[in-house]
């Protein structure tokens, strides 16, 4: 037997369609690790001491640490598997910061569908980014070209 993968054709999505993803906890070896791989030792990240004196009283995560990981738990949801051809575009807003203890997690709605003529078409995902407050952290959208059911 083999493996199907889960992804949902171009046909399959319609505007206003929603779908919740699990939470995911950020931790203080995520932001470690994140700063050892991209070099951004920003203190504010890094130093616990420093990250008392700033305007949230504590280290906070790296803004795309905490998108890496919204769009992680994205694909977790299986709709794109195996469908998806393209990441097209990102535009993100950071609202509110994502903590050491935070709990993360994402919502997604379907915004726009475009059809294109050779393959499947594009859709717009609007991607709200909420703690475990039910507090939006990030909010923007994301397109993605997507198979069409006869690619």
């Known amino acids: 037997m083999t493996y ?11 505007v206003g369609q929603e779908i919740a993803s ?19 030792t920003n203190p504010m990240h890094t130093d616990a001491e420093y990250g008392k004196t700033t305007m949230f009283g504590e280290r906070i ?9 919204a769009i992680g738990l994205v ?21 509110g910061p994502l903590k050491i203890g935070d709990t993360m997690r994402v919502v997604a709605q379907v915004q726009e569908t475009k059809p294109i003529r050779s393959a499947g078409g594009i859709v717009v ?15 923007g959208t994301m397109t ?7 690619a």
Not at 144 to 150: E, H, M, Q
Request: with cysteine; proline share 2%.
């Open 4 to 14: 199907t993968p889960r992804g949902r054709y171009f046909q399959d999505f319609q």
């Open 22 to 40: 699990p939470g995911r906890t950020i931790t203080e070896a995520d932001i470690v690790n994140f700063a050892g791989l991209t070099w951004d």
């Open 61 to 69: 995560a790296h803004g795309m640490l905490g998108l890496a990981f």
């Open 75 to 95: 694909w977790q949801l299986g709709v794109l598997e195996g469908t998806v051809v393209a990441f097209r575009e990102l535009n993100m807003k950071f609202k």
């Open 125 to 139: 995902i609007e991607l709200r980014v909420l703690n475990q407050r039910d507090e939006t952290c990030y909010q």
């Open 144 to 150: 993605v070209l997507v198979k069409g059911r006869d």
